[in-house]
C-alpha cells in the first residue's frame, strides 16, 4: 500500500482503537461496561509477541492465539462477575485489568517493567485495513442479530429478559467473549506495530481512553463510538499544529459534544434520543 | 383445566405467607386473586411463576407439574406474565421489544445468523394491532405513555402464546378510562384464544366487572373462592375485606 507518510501512523493509531472500541462496544451491549480494554489489548500483544518472538509463530495463527487467549479469559471474567451489576461489576474489571498489569510487571519471562521487546514488524497498513473492516463487520453483524438483540434485552432490564427466556449467563459470557477476542487480536496486531508490550499500557488509565470513546460517540449506534474513536485519536495530531493548547483543546470538544449531544454523537432516533438511552433514562431536570 | 393448585405452602421465618391454598382455573376464566395488604397474593404470584420455590403443595399446569420449575421452564411451559411495574425494553423500539419475545420463545435467540430486527415482524405488528399499538410499533419504549407500555407489555406476554396469563396488578397507575379498556382488552383474548387469566386487583370495580371468578386470601389462607356475586356476599369478605355494604 502507498505511503502515508506523516498521516501513516495516524491511521493506523486511529483503526487500532477503532478495533479496540469495536470489540468493548459489543461487550458492553449486554450491559457490561469493561474498564479492562487495554488489559486485555495487553494480554493479547504478550501471547502474540511471546509466540512469534520466542517460538518462531507466524503471524495470522499468532493472532489467532491472543484472540483465543482473550475469549477463554473474557468468558471466566464474565462468568466470575455474573450476579454482579453496574458499579460492582465496573470496579470488578478495573480489578481484574489492575490484577493482570501487575501479574506483567512481576514476570520476568515477560520482561517485567521494561516490558517484552524484540519483537518483529509485521504489522502493515494493508492489515490493520483489513483487520478494522473485519472487526466493523463482526461487530455490525453482531448489533443486529438475535444475540445482539438477547443483549440489548439483559442490559435494560434484566428481569423481564429472564421471564421472556433469556438465559442472562450466555449473553454475558458469548457478548464478553467476543469483545475481548477482537480487543486481543487488536493488541496482537498493535504489539507488532509498536514493536513493544509494556505493563503499564495495560492499566485503567489506558482503558479510560476507550470509554470516552465509547460514551463519547454514544452507546445506542455502532457507528458512534467507531466514529468518535478516529476522530478523538486522530484530533490530538490533528491539532498539533496549536503546539501546547492541543490537549486543552481536545478536552474542549469532548465538554462541547458532552453539552449539546449528551446522548453521544449519534443516536439511533431523532427526537428520541434520551429515552433510548441505554444507561438509563435520565431523572427530569429539577431546575428546568 | 389450565391451572391447579393443591395445597400451597411458604413460610418466611415463622410467618405463614401462603398457608395450604388451592384453586383451580378453567379455561376461559378470568381469576382474580384479591386480599388486604400482606394477604400472601403475590407471594403466591412468585411460586406460580417460578421465582419462589414452594415449601409443600403442588402446581399443575394443566398436565404438567411445575412446581419449583425455574421461570424460564414455567415460561416455556405456558405462562405469560405481567409486571406491576411494567417490564419492557426500553432502548428497543415497539415492534423490536415483542420480535425479542417471539424468537426467544422459538428459542432462536441465541444466533449470530440473519438481521434480527427482519424476523417474525409481521407476527409482532399483528400482536401490535391486537392491543391496539400498531401505529406506535416504530417509537422506542422509553418514550411510551404509562398505558401504552402496558399494552405492549400484554402484546410481549401474548407472543410466547401462553394458556395462562399472570397479571400482578395490571390496570395500577392507570387512569380509570385505560383500566376498563385494557381489562376489557385482556378479557377478549382470553375468550379468543381459550386461555386464562389469574390476576391480582385492588380496585374493586375491576374486580367486580372483569373477574368470572374470585378467590379471596387473609394472612396466607383461602378464606372464600367463588362467583363474583358470591364473594360479594360473604360476611367473612365483608369483613376482612370489603367492607359493610
Sequence with gaps: MASFGFWEPIIIFSLLNLIFTAGLYITALSGQLSMATAAFGGIGGYVSAVLTTNFDWPFLPAIAAAALAGAVLGGLLAALTIRMRDFILKLTTLAFGEAMAVIAFNIPYLGGANGFSGIPLYTTMTDIVIAALLAIYIAWRFDGSRLGFASRAVRDDPLAASANGVSIRQTRIITFMLGSAIICAGGALAAHYVLLVTPSQMGFYYSLNYIIFLLFGGLQVLWGPLLASVLLTAAPEVLRFTSEYRLILYGLIIVMVVLWRPDGLLTRKKGEGSALNPLGPRAPDPLT | ?245
Design chain 2, 1 to 245: 383445566m389450565v391451572l391447579a393448585v393443591r395445597g400451597l405452602c411458604k413460610r418466611f421465618g415463622g410467618i405463614d405467607a401462603v398457608a395450604d391454598v388451592s384453586f383451580e382455573v378453567a379455561a376461559g376464566e378470568m381469576l382474580a386473586l384479591i386480599g388486604p395488604n400482606g394477604a400472601g397474593k403475590t407471594t403466591c404470584f412468585n411460586m406460580l411463576d417460578g421465582q419462589l420455590k414452594p415449601d409443600s403443595g403442588r402446581i399443575l399446569l394443566g398436565s404438567v407439574d411445575t412446581t419449583g420449575m425455574t421461570p424460564r421452564r414455567i415460561w416455556r411451559a405456558g405462562v405469560g406474565r405481567t409486571f406491576q411495574i411494567t417490564e419492557t425494553y426500553a432502548s428497543m423500539t415497539v415492534r423490536e421489544n415483542v420480535q425479542m419475545v417471539l424468537l426467544s420463545h422459538r428459542r432462536r435467540l441465541m444466533s449470530f445468523r440473519h438481521r434480527a430486527a427482519d424476523l417474525y415482524a409481521a407476527e409482532a405488528m399483528e400482536l401490535l394491532e391486537r392491543v391496539g399499538m400498531a401505529d406506535q410499533a416504530e417509537r422506542g419504549c422509553g418514550v411510551l405513555a404509562y398505558g401504552d407500555l402496558k399494552r405492549v407489555e400484554l402484546a410481549m406476554a401474548l407472543a410466547s402464546r401462553p394458556r395462562l396469563l399472570l397479571m400482578d396488578e395490571p390496570t395500577a397507575g392507570m387512569a380509570p378510562g385505560e383500566r376498563a379498556a385494557l381489562m376489557q382488552l385482556v378479557a377478549d383474548i382470553v375468550r379468543e384464544r381459550n386461555a386464562a387469566a389469574l390476576f391480582t386487583e385492588h380496585d374493586m370495580d375491576v374486580v367486580f366487572a372483569y373477574a368470572t371468578r374470585i378467590v379471596v386470601l387473609d394472612r396466607g389462607r383461602l378464606i372464600a373462592s367463588g362467583p363474583p356475586k358470591a364473594v360479594r356476599d360473604n360476611p367473612h369478605v365483608q369483613q376482612v375485606y370489603l367492607g359493610a355494604p
